[in-house]
């Protein structure tokens, strides 16, 4: 039986990054203070991390990035190193999200060696994984996904547990079309076998979370899903109330 506690995270996105982030954080710290046996991430924009981490400070919710650089230092315009982000107080930072990824061009070359660094740095790493809708339709879910985890796949075994991965369909992120229980617990399943091929180690202690229109509403059922250890949140991380119901259901280790 698993010993996975669920971990649910809640990505601002490019919202929130001044003073209405401490409020909005305060307010999650009140609306989830009394729900043990959940993990909370909250990851604001940079400009809100380390006045987000003061107001979390003695709570149970941490505090993650969602981007960062690979190298330490240097002339990256614009960039953010990890020892800025400990700096700030955050613990965990989300890597290869979908906006990162299909805006951005990030590749996946690019996701491990910020994997990489984020572990070596002592940052928790959320990578974040899944396939757009043409990806889908033409079949090619599990082969899209298989590459994206495989890259970071030695990293992540470094440390078993250590790190955590998000799938997140792009089809389904922002637009309020979930992917169903099965849907999502068979994409889940194919990276816990892929994390086993490493090791039983990292198969069994890897959080793997679910992304894309979690909602009060069909939280519970996702998160009863044997594969599917948590939520990687957006739209509904934004509302301190919608975001601790979605804490509320998830299920405590058994
Ligand atoms: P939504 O919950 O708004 O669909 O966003 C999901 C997401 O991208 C979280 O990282």
């Not at 955590?164 to 389904?172: C, L």
Request: glycine share 12%; hydrophobic share 40%; aromatic share 4%.
């Amino acid at each position: 039986m698993t010993e996975r506690q669920q971990l649910i995270a809640g990505n601002w996105k490019m919202h929130h990054g001044g003073p209405s982030g401490c409020a909005l954080a305060s307010a999650i710290v009140l609306a989830c203070g009394d729900l043990a046996g959940v993990d909370v991430v909250v990851a604001p924009p940079f400009t809100g991390l380390a006045a987000v981490a003061h107001e979390v400070e003695g709570s149970r919710v941490s505090v993650a990035a969602q981007n960062m650089h690979h190298e330490p230092k240097g002339a990256f315009t614009g960039e953010v190193s990890t020892q800025m982000l400990l700096d700030c107080g955050c613990t965990w930072v989300i890597l290869g999200h979908s906006e990162r990824r299909h805006v951005f061009g990030e590749t996946n070359d690019f996701v491990q060696k910020k994997t990489k660094a984020a572990i070596a740095a002592g940052l928790r790493p959320i990578v974040c994984v899944g396939e757009t809708l043409e990806e889908r339709e033409a079949g090619k879910t599990l082969e899209v996904v298989s590459a994206q985890v495989g890259a970071v796949l030695a990293d992540l075994g470094g440390r078993p547990g250590y790190g955590v991965v998000a799938y997140e369909p792009v089809w389904a992120i922002g637009t309020g079309k979930v992917a169903g229980p099965e849907q999502a617990q068979e994409v889940h399943a194919a990276i816990r076998k892929q994390l086993a091929g490493h090791s039983a180690d990292l198969a069994e202690n890897t959080r793997i979370l679910y992304g894309g229109s979690v909602k009060p509403d069909n939280a519970g059922t996702l998160l009863g899903c044997h594969d599917i250890d948590g939520a990687l949140v957006g739209g509904a991380s934004l509302d301190a109330e919608s975001f601790s119901k979605i804490v509320e259901v998830a299920p405590s280790p058994v």
